[in-house]
């Protein structure tokens, strides 16, 4: 690991440390998941322990504790094993891990029972996100009843267990200059993805084979891979939020949807386009797409440092509930369609996300019941709007019904979008959205 590589991860940990004031923390490695039988998927490191380490493999722990006398970061590994790495791969081991990860003491895995007590000891909480690995799970909870045991006898020790991300989350929704370095290549490889798709593209083709040269391509430029399963989504199929068949033959006249983006060092990238694979728009087809490239853009207008996080899904949502009773797809007072939620059978989804290390990043949108979170400089999002009218769409009793011509069509626009001291950048700006770029 780069020395300068390294001062990132050291500055992360040391700004959760300094938060843990004299609490504890502890951070896992993700599981191993099995595919089927005794296959297991490929590794995927848990996120927040890869932003604490950038320690990338499976059976590890890492321990902050800022009031333990010698040691503050703890790292606990697999420790090398020539017989187990001639099948599995190789492992970091106890001494190169001291030498690479710049914390205070790295263990043995399995001394973790022995060793976490006296880490436990003087704290008055332990923050740890209860995940989907049940093992480790009731190990803390273990060491956390065992330690509240002798709280009566001592006067200290934990008495609480508190999610972790009440203090990371917070530190993950500010990227640094070396997240955004990842995420602009995750961008740029994604985004070289969709362009090569919009070329490619054409009636006879499958789905399939469309995703085959999107992944293909992410791989062949270094990429982990796809950051999610890859939605190519034609006709009707695209009226499906988590299409992922991608087994239809392409017709004449068709609409593709394409909702794919790739993972670099597990920085993401999440982008949609919809396009004519044709050349040509229908009527209906191009009515619906420029309402849902106005709301794209009137949301990402709102998208700057002072507006809470709902601000830019309300500017989309007004968009396209103008073009709904212009359509007559809506009928009745707008605000009260706005407020009764009349739309969402058009519109069933809100317009973004947080982006980063998780597609769906952490950070919470609301500080409350009542109070939106407000963007700062730093945050990623995604800004994607969108429309679904699927053949037999169920229309609410009050409303029209929607006639069959403008049935089956289905548009998403997804931009990745950077939150600057003064408003935005659009990271995902070299992938057409324009009409005129679209139609040939």
Request: a negative charge.
């Amino acid at each position: 690991m780069k020395t300068s590589v390294r001062a990132e991860y050291a500055q992360r940990r040391a700004q959760l440390l300094e938060k843990l004031g004299s609490s504890t923390a502890i951070f896992n490695s993700a599981p191993h998941a099995v595919m089927h039988s005794d296959v297991e998927y490929n590794f995927r490191q848990n996120s927040d322990f890869y932003y604490l380490t950038g320690f990338n493999e499976p059976g590890s722990v890492l321990v902050l504790a800022p009031h333990h006398e010698e040691h503050k970061s703890i790292l606990f590994v697999r420790p090398k094993d020539s017989k187990a790495e001639t099948w599995s791969g190789r492992r970091t081991g106890v001494d190169q891990a001291k030498e690479l990860y710049d914390v205070d003491e790295v263990l043995p895995i399995n001394e973790l029972n022995e060793k976490l007590p006296a880490y436990l000891k003087k704290a008055d909480r332990i923050y740890y996100r209860l995940g989907h690995d049940e093992a480790f799970n009731g190990t803390v909870i273990r060491h956390w009843r065992k330690a509240m045991a002798g709280h009566q006898k001592h006067g200290i020790g934990p008495m609480a267990l508190e999610h972790s991300g009440q203090l990371l989350d917070s530190l993950r929704l500010i990227k640094s200059d070396y997240e955004l370095e990842k995420m602009r290549r995750a961008i740029a490889i994604s985004a070289e993805a969709h362009n090569l798709a919009m070329d490619l593209a054409k009636p006879g083709l499958y789905e399939y084979e469309i995703q085959a040269e999107i992944e293909h391509h992410f791989r062949k430029q270094g990429a982990m891979g796809p950051a999610y399963p890859s939605i190519v989504a034609s006709g009707d199929n695209a009226c499906i939020l988590h299409y992922v068949e991608n087994d239809r033959q392409m017709q004449e006249g068709d609409l593709l949807l394409i909702d794919a983006g790739c993972c670099v060092d597990y920085y993401n990238a999440d982008i949609t386009r919809t396009f004519p694979i044709s050349g040509k728009f229908s009527e209906e087809q191009r009515i619906l797409y420029e309402l849902v490239l106005e709301a794209q853009k009137a949301a990402i207008a709102a998208v700057k440092p002072g507006n809470n996080f709902s601000s830019y899904h309300d500017a989309a949502v007004n968009t396209l509930v103008d073009g709904f009773l212009e359509l007559g797809f809506l009928k009745g007072d707008k605000a009260d369609i706005i407020k009764d939620e009349k739309y969402k059978h058009l519109y069933m989804h809100r317009t973004g996300h947080w982006l980063g290390l998780d597609v769906h990043d952490v950070g919470s949108y609301k500080h409350n019941a009542e109070d939106w979170r407000q963007f700062q400089a730093g945050q990623v999002i995604t800004v994607e709007p969108g429309i679904y009218i699927g053949p037999g769409l169920a229309v609410p009793e009050d409303q029209p019904a929607i006639p069959e011509r403008w049935q089956g069509i289905g548009i998403r626009i997804e931009d990745d979008v950077l939150v600057t001291a003064k408003g935005n950048e659009v990271l995902t700006a070299s992938v057409p959205k324009e009409l005129s770029d679209l139609e040939h």
